[in-house]
């Protein structure tokens, strides 16, 4: 029986269709198998190696490098000029997926016993090690969304189904590694932090074979190899980023929403412990808060189709700004009211969060053209690795501020779910301020800053890709 081809479109390639989207998730769902690891580095570091104090300076030297590491292999990949067989992009993502497969458990080698000056060493080339292949897999896998397709409704469909992999990429780990890597007094065993590592760097190397062999590239660049040809330049390129507001707008908004993530998330269990005082249900509830993002993934291609990408993450902003105001309501006492008020603004707020975050790669995808729309160069790898540079800042910032705030605001951590009652009623306030904060930052980087709306996007797509006018109109209208 003869094989069924594919179908194609106008320009030759396999048309657009569920296979891309599950592929890129797929891409995504391989990074966060090993990135997941990450939660568990300060406990395999502090309660297994020992290192305590140690750790923060060793934290402190490792983020010298994480502020260097994405724009450099950014600027490395963009000035690369070889004639790949299938694409450069492709390329550098098979290569990073190996190198994770080594790089992720290299950060667990266990020796607990080792001089601390052996511990020093084998942190850090961990770390460098696991972050250059991270960066060499994840960078060119952020730009290759442009690259798939120019059309918006598909483009909003990759960036939805690559929320659907990070969110299993993030929930896999998150819900098995507790079973496997904890003995049952609740202690870490470092060796199992080890093979699980390993393991979990194979499953994200298959997911992404599983992605490159499912990718077509559908808009192809064109690679000029003349030796008069200018030779990239990285402080250039930041300068192109700061005036591409479609990249400043989303980056603030994405640093707005991972300071809302991360940022609040030691703020929210204190509440649960002491103001709650039940913090099981606060798994319950954050399990919750990925349902309206579940929701909502099968809706973005559809919507963004008929509002457009800017329009519905701003309106989501909004969404997010008005339940933040709602977390600010406490009834006296902390009655049974008080907990489902807290849990159906958290619904609201997250809905807010899963409409933006559902477009928000497509939005930068659309960054990237926005670059070579106003300055005649792509520059997808720098693009991207300035915006995961700034993503990467504050989800180190976000948890180190409010952790000020937090012990300016009667928080001691020895007494750990015992806080005293005005604490944990601070720490009631402190959540809801701090998600409040992040939705206004998405609101300003999205409503004012972002300038690529409906029409603009439509304008910028003719004049790039004027051979498919017919078919972006079509997918505008």
Not at 7 to 10: I, P
Not at 46 to 49: A, E, I, R, V
Not at 123 to 128: E, H, L
Not at 451 to 459: E, G, P, Q, R, S
């Given at each position: 029986?003869a094989k069924?081809?594919p179908?194609?479109?106008?320009n030759?390639?396999?048309?657009?269709?569920i296979?891309?989207?599950v592929?890129?998730?797929?891409?995504?769902l391989?990074?966060?198998?090993?990135f997941?690891?990450?939660?568990?580095?300060?406990i395999?570091w502090?309660?297994?190696?020992g290192m305590?104090l140690?750790?923060?300076l060793?934290l402190?030297?490792?983020?010298?490098?994480?502020?260097i590491?994405?724009p450099l292999?950014g600027?490395?990949?963009?000035?690369?000029?070889?004639?790949y067989?299938r694409?450069?992009?492709l390329?550098?993502?098979?290569a990073?997926?190996?190198?994770?497969?080594?790089?992720?458990?290299?950060?667990?080698?266990?020796f607990?016993?080792a001089?601390t000056?052996?511990?020093?060493?084998i942190?850090?080339?961990?770390?460098?090690v696991w972050?250059?292949f991270?960066?060499?897999?994840?960078?060119?896998?952020?730009?290759?969304?442009?690259?798939?397709?120019n059309?918006?409704?598909?483009?909003?469909?990759?960036?939805a189904?690559?929320?659907?992999?990070?969110?299993?990429?993030?929930?896999?780990?998150m819900?098995?590694?507790?079973?496997?890597?904890?003995?049952k007094e609740?202690?870490?065993?470092?060796?199992?932090?080890f093979?699980a590592?390993?393991?979990?760097?194979?499953l994200?190397?298959?997911?992404?074979q599983?992605?490159?062999?499912?990718?077509?590239?559908?808009?192809?660049?064109?690679v000029?190899?003349?030796?008069?040809?200018?030779?990239?330049n990285v402080?250039?390129?930041?300068g192109?980023?700061?005036?591409n507001?479609?990249?400043?707008?989303?980056?603030?908004?994405?640093?707005?929403?991972f300071?809302?993530?991360q940022g609040?998330?030691?703020a929210?269990?204190?509440v649960?412990?002491s103001?709650?005082?039940?913090?099981q249900?606060s798994?319950?509830?954050?399990?919750?808060?990925?349902?309206?993002?579940?929701?909502f993934t099968?809706l973005?291609?559809?919507?963004v189709?008929?509002?457009?990408?800017?329009?519905?993450?701003?309106?989501g902003?909004?969404?997010?700004?008005?339940a933040?105001?709602?977390?600010f309501i406490?009834?006296?006492?902390?009655?049974?009211?008080?907990?489902?008020?807290?849990?159906?603004?958290?619904?609201?707020?997250?809905?807010?969060?899963g409409?933006?975050?559902?477009?928000?790669?497509?939005m930068?995808?659309?960054?990237?053209?926005?670059n070579?729309?106003k300055?005649?160069?792509?520059?997808?790898?720098?693009?991207?690795?300035?915006?995961?540079?700034?993503?990467k800042?504050?989800q180190g910032?976000?948890p180190s501020?409010v952790?000020?705030?937090?012990v300016?605001l009667?928080?001691v951590g020895?007494?750990?779910?015992?806080q005293?009652?005005?604490?944990?009623v601070n720490?009631?306030?402190?959540?809801a301020?701090?998600?409040?904060f992040?939705?206004?930052?998405?609101?300003?980087?999205?409503g004012l800053i972002y300038?690529?709306?409906?029409?603009?996007?439509?304008?910028m797509?003719?004049?790039?890709?004027?051979?498919?006018n017919?078919?972006?109109?079509?997918?505008?209208?």
């Open positions: 029986m069924k081809s179908k194609l479109d106008a030759g390639y396999r048309k657009f269709g296979r891309d989207s592929a890129y998730a797929a891409g995504d391989g990074c966060n198998m090993s997941a690891l990450k939660g568990t580095m300060s395999f502090t309660q297994f190696m305590d140690w750790y923060a060793l402190i030297i490792v983020q010298v490098w994480d502020a590491n994405d292999i600027s490395i990949i963009d000035s690369d000029r070889h004639q067989k694409n450069k992009f390329a550098y993502i098979w990073g997926s190996i190198g994770l497969i080594i790089g992720g458990a290299c950060c667990f080698l266990p607990p016993n001089p000056w052996a511990k020093f060493i942190f850090i080339a961990g770390y460098v972050d250059a991270y960066t060499v897999a994840n960078v060119p896998y952020g730009s290759l969304l442009s690259l798939i397709s059309d918006v409704k598909d483009r909003a469909s990759l960036s189904w690559r929320s659907v992999g990070s969110i299993f990429g993030n929930m896999l780990p819900v098995i590694l507790p079973f496997i890597i904890y003995d609740n202690n870490l065993i470092g060796e199992r932090v093979i590592a390993l393991i979990m760097g194979i994200g190397f298959i997911c992404f599983f992605m490159i062999r499912n990718t077509t590239i559908r808009v192809e660049q064109d000029n190899l003349a030796e008069e040809a200018p030779k990239f402080f250039k390129a930041f192109n980023f700061l005036k507001r479609p990249a400043v707008g989303a980056t603030i908004a994405a640093m707005g929403m300071i809302g993530m609040a998330a030691t929210v269990t204190v649960f412990q103001y709650f005082k039940n913090v249900i798994g319950i509830v954050q399990l919750f808060a990925m349902i309206p993002i579940v929701f099968p973005a291609r559809p919507m189709a008929k509002f457009g990408k800017k329009e519905l993450a701003t309106f902003s909004i969404c997010s700004i008005i933040a105001a709602g977390l406490i009834t006296p006492n902390n009655t049974n009211l008080d907990l489902i008020l807290y849990i159906v603004f958290q619904l609201i707020y997250s809905l807010g969060l409409i933006y975050s559902t477009v928000s790669w497509a930068m995808g659309d960054a990237i053209d926005y070579e729309w300055t005649g160069a792509r520059e997808e790898g720098t693009v991207y690795s300035l915006h995961s540079f700034f993503r800042l504050a910032i976000g501020l952790l000020v705030v937090m300016a009667g928080y020895a007494d750990e779910g015992n005293a009652w005005n604490v944990a720490m009631r306030y402190l959540v301020g701090t998600y409040t992040s939705a206004l930052l998405q609101f300003v980087g999205l300038n690529l709306d409906k029409k603009t996007l439509t304008k797509n003719e004049e790039l890709h004027p051979a498919n017919d078919s972006i109109e079509t997918t505008e209208s």
